[in-house]
């Protein structure tokens, strides 16, 4: 771990900066296959989402698809554990553990 951040530090900023922005991606894309593969029934059954929306809070056509909201059920706390160690576990390999 110690020779993965001392090769972290060594490494060009866009080389980084490529390698978050790569981890980003897959976040969108891993949270945007597990809702087409939820379904919207299952979705609002398993996610509450935000009842009031302003001007400010709106989301696009994609951002709506992977608002999922605030886990209601234990189907959608595994979803939410799922998905969340499928993202950091990714973004910490990419970022951190691979080597530059």
Not at 25 to 49: D, N, P
Not at 79 to 91: E, Y
């Amino acid at each position: 771990m110690e020779a993965a951040l001392a090769s972290l530090e060594a490494a060009e900023p866009m080389v980084v900066t490529g390698r978050i922005f790569a981890s980003l991606g897959f976040a969108i894309v891993v949270m945007y296959i597990a809702a087409r593969l939820m379904g919207h029934e299952r979705k609002v059954k398993w996610f509450k989402r935000r009842e009031k929306y302003s001007f400010f809070n709106r989301r696009g056509v994609i951002g709506e698809d992977i608002n999922f909201g605030y886990p209601r059920t234990i189907e959608g706390i595994i979803v939410f554990i799922i998905i969340n160690v499928l993202v950091f576990g990714f973004a910490f390999w990419n970022v951190i553990l691979r080597g530059y």
